[in-house]
Structure formats: structure tokens, C-alpha cells
């Protein structure tokens, strides 16, 4: 589609659902912590609204960001909602009264889990829903099949169109497929952590979209002094070279950085159109390695 060509162009994640592959996470709308309340609710409702002005068809989003704050900002920001706009959530965690990530996977968890995003988003049913099956930011051992088949048994209820996985295994992943389709999977990766890389091809062979989060997460002074320099050379900032990488990587790979202002939210646009050169690729190739040890933090 030729308007969203300055959005990464689109990929088309499931019949009839073409997301634009510059989407937009709505996590940092929620207040520190991703909890409570956001410190300025005109300024968030503000960044939806441009979102969606600037072409942007994929939100990602989750009932445990506040919990509940996110997704009630983006109903009364958008609703009712474009055709066009398509709304990714995931379960499988809910948070504590200090701001914790507890995993809530019992079927009867996951069940309540999709119910209330539906009911704060106000929707009948949701486009994707992500089964978040590992950690912040790694996959831990173990089956999925009672959790995702709770999930494709909604999806048979008609409240959920498609699936995808978070934080999970290659052999995860496999396990969910046998189960119901999977649409595309979550996990951490950017330049400097790669652990994901033959998981990325694998994926894109068989056309499931791979979204990355924490595109800036875990970098050692040293590679960031690196991205900082290419940014330089380029005349832009770190995280538009880091997301222009990202895009470059894979045409599997879906964009969902998050920010709760207007101003950055632009900024990040500009990486869907920073053409980077093969001398460009080949020096931020060399900041990170496959296996690299994820650090990243709290968060997804």
C-alpha cells in the first residue's frame, strides 16, 4: 500500500490483515512503572489520536499495562475505532498491588484476561492476542499447551481472529503450531542481541511476522557508542538508526516502539525512512552477537 510506504510499507499478517510494519506500543502511556495512571492523560490521549493521524494501523497493547489504564486510554481516544486499525494484546501476567508481573496462565486466568480486554477496549472481539509464556525478556522452559489451547479454544469462541506467542522458544512456538496457527511471535531482540537471529529466518519462511521489543534495551556503553556514532554520521538520533536496522533486518520483522509524547513519536517515524548502506549495516552488525546475554529490564 503505497501510503504507508513511509511506515515501513505493510505486511500482511493473516487474510485481510495488513499491519503497517512502524506500528506504535501503548505500554509507556500508563504511569512509572507502567502503573497507575499517566502523569499528564491529555498529553497520552494526544499521542493515540497522532498515531492514528499519521497512518499507523497496529497498536500493541495489553489489559496488565496500568493494569487496565492503557487499554481505557485508547478507547476513549479512538473509539470508535477506523476499519483500519487493529488492535494486538497480549495475557499471561497481570500486575500485584506494588507494580509487580506475576504470570496469571491458569485457563480461568487467561479467560478473565482476554474478557477484560475486550470489555476496556470496548470491543466484541480482539485481532490478535499474544500468549506472554516466558519472563521480561526471555523465554522460560516449560509446555504452553494448556495456555494455548485455552486461547484457540476463544479463538473458536469467536473472541480472538488470530494468535501469537511472547517470550517463547523456538520449540514453544513449534508446540503452539501444533495447536492453531500462530501469526507472529514477541520477543527480545535488537542490534546488540541477537539470540533470535535463526528464529527471525525461520519465521519469515513460513510468513509469521516477528515483533521485536526493547530495540534500545541492554546495550553496553561500548555499543552504544557505536550506534551513537553512526547517528552522528547520519545526522539522527540512536533509536531512529536502531529501528531503521531493525526494519533492514527482516521483512518480517513489525516495529511497536512506544512513547507518550508527540514530539518522539515522530522521531520514531523517521526510522521507517532512514535508508541505511550496506557499509551502514555492516558496522551495526558488528555491535552484537548471537547468544549475547539478555539484561534488558522490566517490561512487554
Known amino acids: 500500500m503505497a501510503h504507508d510506504a513511509h511506515l515501513g510499507g505493510s505486511y500482511q499478517l493473516a487474510d485481510g490483515l495488513a499491519l503497517t510494519r512502524m506500528g506504535y506500543g501503548a505500554m509507556q502511556l500508563a504511569g512509572p512503572g507502567v502503573f497507575g495512571p499517566p502523569a499528564d492523560r491529555e498529553a497520552a490521549l494526544a499521542v493515540l489520536r497522532e498515531v492514528v493521524a499519521a497512518g499507523i494501523n497496529h497498536i500493541d497493547t495489553s489489559d496488565f499495562y496500568g493494569p487496565h489504564v492503557t487499554n481505557q486510554l485508547i478507547k476513549e481516544a479512538l473509539h470508535e475505532y477506523p476499519d483500519s486499525l487493529h488492535l494486538v494484546t497480549k495475557v499471561g501476567a497481570r500486575r500485584d498491588a506494588e507494580g509487580g508481573w506475576p504470570h496469571a496462565r491458569k485457563p480461568e486466568e487467561l479467560r478473565q484476561a482476554v474478557y477484560d480486554n475486550l470489555a476496556n477496549l470496548g470491543l466484541d472481539v480482539l485481532d ?27 479463538q473458536q469462541e469467536g473472541v480472538i481472529r488470530h494468535l501469537g506467542v511472547s517470550t517463547a522458544s523456538a520449540e514453544q512456538i513449534g508446540e503452539a503450531q501444533t495447536i492453531a496457527p500462530v501469526v507472529c511471535v514477541q520477543n527480545f531482540y535488537n542490534i546488540a542481541h541477537r539470540d533470535d537471529d535463526e528464529l527471525i529466518d525461520s519465521l519469515a519462511e513460513q510468513n509469521i511476522a516477528y515483533v521485536p521489543y ?28 536502531a529501528l531503521a536496522w531493525l526494519l533492514q533486518r527482516s521483512p518480517n520483522i513489525l516495529l511497536i516502539p512506544g ?9 520514531n517515524l523517521a526510522g521507517a525512512s532512514l535508508v541505511l548502506s550496506p557499509a551502514d549495516v555492516h558496522e551495526l552488525d558488528a555491535i552484537g552477537t548471537r547468544g549475547e546475554r539478555r539484561d534488558a529490564g522490566e517490561g512487554t
Not at 512513547?259 to 522521531?267: D, G, I, Q, W
Open 128 to 154: 490478535v492476542v499474544n500468549l506472554r509464556i516466558g519472563g521480561f525478556n526471555r523465554h522460560e522452559p516449560g509446555s504452553l499447551e494448556e495456555q494455548f489451547t485455552t486461547l484457540a479454544q476463544l
Open 214 to 241: 526493547f530495540p534500545l534495551g541492554g546495550f553496553t556503553p561500548l555499543q552504544s557508542e557505536v550506534l551513537t556514532s553512526v547517528a552522528t554520521r547520519l545526522d539522527t538520533r540512536p533509536m531512529t538508526v
Open 259 to 267: 512513547t507518550s509524547s508527540v514530539a518522539h513519536l515522530r522521531e
